[in-house]
């Protein structure tokens, strides 16, 4: 029987999707230990939802430039071990470098359905297009904002009468599930990007995966 995969998180605060890992392992649904919650906010929430061995946080003013606090980012990341990094509430820009390093084994949930709205305010920008649908997609990490390549996505409806703020409590309803179900699939191996293509089980899938009302992913 094979160990179970070592996942690090990257949070800048409270951890809402962290504490939806946390509960899919302690539950049987994940075959994954988190390993390592690390910060450039040392007073986020999420870095109390592991023991004081496993986190690591440090201020990016205290240090001389964006690549100075990339390369101890990095450094303390690679002491953890981890066999998949998930970027869950970061906010800050990983730099080439650090994308480079840990190639092929970053990946980051954001709420909209990429390629639309890469960056900051996707609900509201989702309204003000007059979307019909919405929702929260997990994809690989590359330089490029919001750029790689998406492994699954899930959709929620864009209602009368919406505000960003309930659209934004609908996606999140989505989001954990979507995270969770994503995981499954990499750590069990199914699941592989390769020069910017998608590999399901060793084959070419040239959309993303998609979740479905019982919280699977589906080709």
Same mark, same amino acid.
């Given at each position: 029987m094979s160990a179970p995969s070592r996942i690090a998180v990257l949070a800048s605060g409270r951890g809402s999707n962290l504490q939806a890992i @946390?509960?899919?392992? !302690?539950?049987?649904?994940l075959d994954a230990e988190v390993v390592g919650v690390l910060s450039d906010k040392p007073e986020a929430p999420a870095l109390h939802s592991v023991p004081a061995a496993r986190r690591w946080a440090r201020a990016p003013r205290d240090f001389a430039d964006r690549d100075a606090f990339d390369a101890a980012l990095g450094d303390a990341l690679a002491g953890f071990a981890p066999d998949w990094i998930v970027c869950a509430g970061y906010m800050r820009?990983?730099?080439?470098?650090?994308?480079?390093?840990? #190639?092929? &084994?970053?990946?980051?949930?954001?709420? /909209? *359905?990429l390629p639309l709205y890469k960056g900051l305010h996707t609900h509201? &920008?989702?309204? !003000? !297009?007059?979307? !019909?649908?919405?929702?929260? /997609?997990?994809?690989?990490?590359?330089? #490029?904002l919001d750029?790689?390549?998406?492994?699954?996505?899930?959709?929620?409806?864009v209602l009368p009468g919406d505000t960003p703020e309930t659209l934004a409590r609908r996606v999140l309803t989505v989001e954990h599930p979507l995270l969770i179900a994503s995981l499954q699939w990499l750590v069990a191996g199914r699941v592989a990007e390769q020069d910017g293509q998608l590999l399901?089980?060793? $084959?070419?899938?040239?959309?993303?995966? &998609? @979740?479905?009302?019982?919280?699977? *992913?589906? $080709?």
């Amino acid at each position: 029987m094979s160990a179970p995969s070592r996942i690090a998180v990257l949070a800048s605060g409270r951890g809402s999707n962290l504490q939806a890992i @946390l509960a899919a392992i !302690a539950a049987g649904q994940l075959d994954a230990e988190v390993v390592g919650v690390l910060s450039d906010k040392p007073e986020a929430p999420a870095l109390h939802s592991v023991p004081a061995a496993r986190r690591w946080a440090r201020a990016p003013r205290d240090f001389a430039d964006r690549d100075a606090f990339d390369a101890a980012l990095g450094d303390a990341l690679a002491g953890f071990a981890p066999d998949w990094i998930v970027c869950a509430g970061y906010m800050r820009i990983l730099g080439a470098a650090f994308v480079a390093r840990f #190639e092929g &084994r970053l990946v980051n949930i954001h709420p /909209s *359905l990429l390629p639309l709205y890469k960056g900051l305010h996707t609900h509201a &920008r989702a309204l !003000a !297009a007059g979307d !019909a649908e919405h929702g929260a /997609s997990v994809h690989f990490v590359v330089p #490029e904002l919001d750029a790689g390549t998406v492994l699954a996505q899930a959709r929620v409806p864009v209602l009368p009468g919406d505000t960003p703020e309930t659209l934004a409590r609908r996606v999140l309803t989505v989001e954990h599930p979507l995270l969770i179900a994503s995981l499954q699939w990499l750590v069990a191996g199914r699941v592989a990007e390769q020069d910017g293509q998608l590999l399901v089980d060793a $084959h070419p899938l040239f959309s993303p995966l &998609r @979740l479905d009302c019982a919280g699977q *992913l589906q $080709h």
